[in-house]
């Protein structure tokens, strides 16, 4: 079983960037990955992903500009950057793994999840 270590969390003024990290403990190389948030009585949501065997980068409409998806498999490692925070990016953030590979947008297609790491942009 993949185990998924966050970190990067903070306080933030809004306009700062943050910088999360997902470590997973074993080889992620065909694995989707993703990163998903959840505000406080709102439900969870897909933010971004980084599908296997495509080059290509997913991201929800209201991040789209300001957040990067990336990874790194000698670390074995996804990165969510944020820039530009705003008030409303305040939530627990978590990163996902799908080991088939094709995961996307969709919380049930993903296998592993993180602790989850809190994201606070103050006004």
């Known amino acids: 079983q993949v185990q998924l270590v966050e970190s990067g969390g903070g306080l933030v003024q809004a306009g700062g960037s943050l910088r999360l990290s997902c470590a997973a403990s074993g080889r992620t190389f065909n694995y989707a990955m993703g990163w998903f948030r959840q505000a406080p009585g709102k439900e969870r949501e897909f933010v971004a992903a980084?599908?296997?065997?495509?080059?290509?980068?997913y991201y929800v409409d209201s991040v789209k500009g300001r957040f990067t998806i990336s990874r790194d498999n000698a670390k074995n490692t996804v990165y969510l950057q944020m820039n530009s925070l705003k008030p409303e990016d305040t939530a627990v953030y978590y990163c996902?793994?799908?080991?088939?590979?094709?995961?996307?947008?969709?919380?049930?297609?993903?296998?592993?999840w993180g602790q989850g790491t809190q994201v606070t942009v103050s006004s």
């Open positions: 996902a793994a799908d080991r088939h590979g094709l995961g996307v947008t969709a919380m049930g297609e993903y296998d592993f």
């Open positions: 980084s599908r296997w065997g495509d080059a290509n980068q």
